[in-house]
């Protein structure tokens, strides 16, 4: 199985009045990952919606392990999988310094087609390097 990984650095707007990521950005860092992971595999969310296909989040499971704050650089990491109609995103997120661990999360995707929920061969396929052998 391949991991993908990409660093993002924290902007100060993304802080709440702890001094805090705000939880609710760590969904844009994994969703921002997901992107650049599709980006550099070599179909893009515009080629997708060009395709007809539209991969959306059908669930997020998300344990926050540690705070990030200003000054921080983030390493994303993620590895695909596949559970039957679904598509797993296990996510992890460490900080880049010394990769003690921050976030570890299950991105649950289903894919429509043509506006319609489908089992998502046709992204199997376009992501079958990237899925864990004995769930393809």
């Not at 860092?29 to 599709?38: M, S, T, V």
């Not at 289903?110 to 992204?123: Q, V």
């Amino acid at each position: 199985m391949k991991t993908f990984s990409t660093r993002i650095a924290v902007r100060d707007y993304e802080l709440d009045s702890q001094g805090i990521v705000n939880n609710a950005n760590y969904l844009h860092y994994l969703e921002l990952a997901r992107h650049e992971f599709c980006q550099q595999a070599g179909y893009s969310f515009a080629q997708m919606a060009a395709d007809g296909l539209d991969p959306v989040v059908r669930r997020a499971e998300l344990d926050y392990i540690a705070p990030l704050r200003m000054g921080d650089v983030m390493e994303v990491e993620l590895t695909m999988s596949r559970r039957g109609a679904k598509f797993l995103f296990n996510q992890a997120i460490f900080r880049a310094a010394d990769h003690s661990p921050v976030l570890r999360a299950v991105i649950t995707i289903a894919c429509l087609e043509g506006g319609r929920i489908s089992r998502g061969d046709r992204l199997a396929e376009k992501f079958a390097d990237y899925l864990t052998d004995s769930e393809q």
